[in-house]
């Protein structure tokens, strides 16, 4: 490590932080990081782009009212440059962006803040936004920071021990090198003449690296020569939208490694960040550390991204950072702590679940608690007052999960996700993409039927009830059954059926019981869910429950069939995953 003190060097149209082992130059005023010097490389930020096309943050906003995920890019550039900290210890500097009527520009003040420490291997950035209570309402879906590294030299992308590999080349994703799969879909494409032949016939999609945000702590890439690692570093999800479920975008083809602070991706609209007309709102996104590290051998790559785990593991002990100097980030003597038990009670067996440790900075808050139990996740609040420095025990809250009688019968776990249910083997060039068409070949001209007491979720439950693909090129809806046997029935009283969707894209599911040409289903969801998860290769997007009433008078002794019908059948896109069915009896009744 080196001794020396951070520097900062001033110029008309840079900024320059350097402590002895990393240098960042900046734009000025922009706070665009142009370059990053580290053991004797020049810059590791793609030189061929831009300045402005190296590492920034940005956005994505749209006018209140408008529905959906998309709207106005925009690459956040400051207008003017300040010294917030200088010494030998640490320097920190901001980029503010100021709005006014006259902007074109997204309601807000940002100021972009980035922080170099001495003797610390990378540096910190993070940035406020603010939006006054008379200034116009707006969406905003997302925002994030991404940098673009050198493609001639950082070809290994790493996310997790198991999810490494060499990656092709941004330009195998040229027209000429490359097909397009679906056009709704433009982010996947099938590798057809790229420059490094074994990976011909691949399928590259930015969705395939993606993570949820309790395992998205440290990812980033790896040069060969000189052997040297850049990794993006999340310490906390405090400022990331979604909870530790979300799932979020990591690291691509670019090379490129992103830190995601608010996204709409696997959950649609309703993660969107909406503010009302006259709502004030102030949030600190951040701060995350890039961190650069090294090796001297260049065989192999697992020492530098073992290293990058221990530094993450550092980063996420040091929170709450001391550091930062915006009186905005509340330190830990500002934060209180909160801890307790909760106990799922569900009429059949009682246990405890430890309940996460949380750091809250407002004087009164609504506290969640998101935890796994034999009924999935489950929500607990308890309106509570917190005072800098308190450290307050909730001691144990109890939770009822809904249920109205014994369970009849039941299919997969409640864990929210449609994990345990079978999932064909991918090819392996293609990865995850298409397996929504396996269903198909399974399936070609029945749809799936459900055996209580016979069939098995694991190999019997497809993982996804999608659309059909017909001979002319167009798709149908599909209807799956689950028959099953009851041994009395009481016609005077109501079953219940709980139906937990673990996501929806475009999807209506309309459930009969023993008559499918019903002029009108028992239930329908109705047409919900942007999730997009079946085509992004994720397990699960936005939880959805529903409690169905079944009459007594639907249901005969012996025999008995539901009817699953997933009806939209707009694209092979269109579906839905199931977390778990579970059909009860009757309160007061004595089946089993």
Not at 114 to 120: D, I, T
Not at 182 to 187: A, G, H, V, W
Not at 523 to 539: K, P, Q, S
Not at 574 to 581: A, E, K, L, Q
Request: aromatic share 12%; net charge negative.
């Amino acid at each position: 490590m080196s001794s020396l003190g951070v520097e900062l060097h001033i110029e008309d149209n840079h900024v320059i932080m350097d402590n002895g082992i990393v240098q960042v130059t900046l734009s000025n005023p922009g706070g665009i990081v142009t370059g990053i010097q580290y053991k004797g490389i020049d810059n590791l930020l793609e030189v061929l782009n831009e300045e402005a096309n190296r590492g920034y943050w940005d956005l994505v906003w749209s006018e209140t009212g408008r529905i959906g995920t998309t709207g106005t890019y925009d690459r956040i550039v400051g207008t003017k440059f300040t010294v917030i900290v200088e010494s030998e210890e640490q320097v920190e500097i901001s980029f503010t962006r100021e709005w006014n009527h006259d902007d074109m520009n997204v309601p807000l003040n940002i100021d972009k803040r980035f922080v170099m420490l001495r003797n610390s291997s990378g540096f910190y950035s993070y940035a406020i936004y603010e939006h006054l209570k008379e200034w116009p309402a707006f969406n905003l879906p997302q925002t994030r920071i991404t940098f673009k590294l050198r493609k001639e030299m950082f070809q290994y992308m790493a996310i997790a021990d198991n999810r490494q590999r060499n990656m092709p080349l941004p330009d195998d994703r040229l027209p000429e090198r490359s097909q397009i799969l679906n056009s709704d879909f433009p982010e996947a494409v099938l590798l057809v003449n790229p420059i490094e032949p074994q990976y011909k016939g691949e399928v590259d999609d930015k969705y395939q690296y993606s993570c949820e945000n309790q395992n998205l702590r440290v990812h980033g890439w790896i040069c060969k020569d000189p052997h040297v690692g850049f990794w993006q570093i999340t310490p906390s999800d405090e400022f990331r939208s979604g909870g530790p479920l979300k799932q979020n975008l990591t690291s691509h083809v670019g090379p490129i490694c992103l830190a995601m602070f608010l996204s709409a991706h696997y959950s649609g609209e309703d993660l969107v960040l909406k503010l009302k007309p006259d709502e004030p709102w102030k949030k600190v996104f951040g701060p995350v550390f890039i961190y650069l590290n090294s090796s001297s051998d260049e065989k192999d790559s697992s020492p530098l991204w073992e290293d990058a785990k221990k530094q993450m593991m550092t980063e996420v002990q040091s929170w709450p950072y001391e550091f930062p100097a915006s009186s905005d980030f509340p330190t830990s003597k500002q934060r209180g702590n909160v801890s307790g038990g909760i106990l799922v009670r569900d009429g059949v067996t009682s246990f405890g679940l430890g309940w996460m440790r949380m750091a809250i900075t407002l004087s009164k808050i609504y506290v969640r608690a998101t935890i796994i139990s034999t009924r999935g996740f489950l929500g607990y609040g308890v309106a509570i007052n917190i005072t800098p420095g308190c450290d307050i025990q909730l001691g144990d809250l109890v939770y009822e999960p809904p249920r109205d009688g014994p369970t009849l019968w039941e299919i997969g776990f409640p864990d929210r996700t449609a994990t345990g249910f079978y999932v064909p083997d991918p090819n392996p060039k293609f990865r995850q993409w298409g397996l929504w068409e396996r269903y198909a070949e399974l399936y070609p001209k029945e749809d799936l039927v459900y055996t209580i007491g016979t069939s098995d979720y694991s190999k019997d439950w497809f993982f996804a009830q999608v659309t059909r693909k017909k001979d002319d090129g167009t798709y149908q809806g599909t209807s799956w059954k689950i028959n099953f046997q009851i041994d009395n029935v009481n016609q005077t009283k109501t079953h219940k059926l709980r139906v937990a969707l673990a996501t929806a894209n475009i999807a209506e599911l309309q459930i009969c019981v023993n008559d499918s040409n019903a002029d009108t289903p028992l239930f329908t969801t109705g047409v919900n869910g942007h999730d997009n998860a079946i085509c992004r290769h994720g397990i699960h997007g936005l939880y959805r429950l529903y409690s169905i009433n079944v009459p007594g008078t639907l249901l005969a002794k012996g025999d008995n069939t539901v009817f699953l019908t997933q009806a939209m059948s707009t694209s092979p896109f269109v579906g839905i995953m199931y977390d778990y069915i579970r059909l009860e009896a009757p309160s007061s009744s004595t089946s089993a």
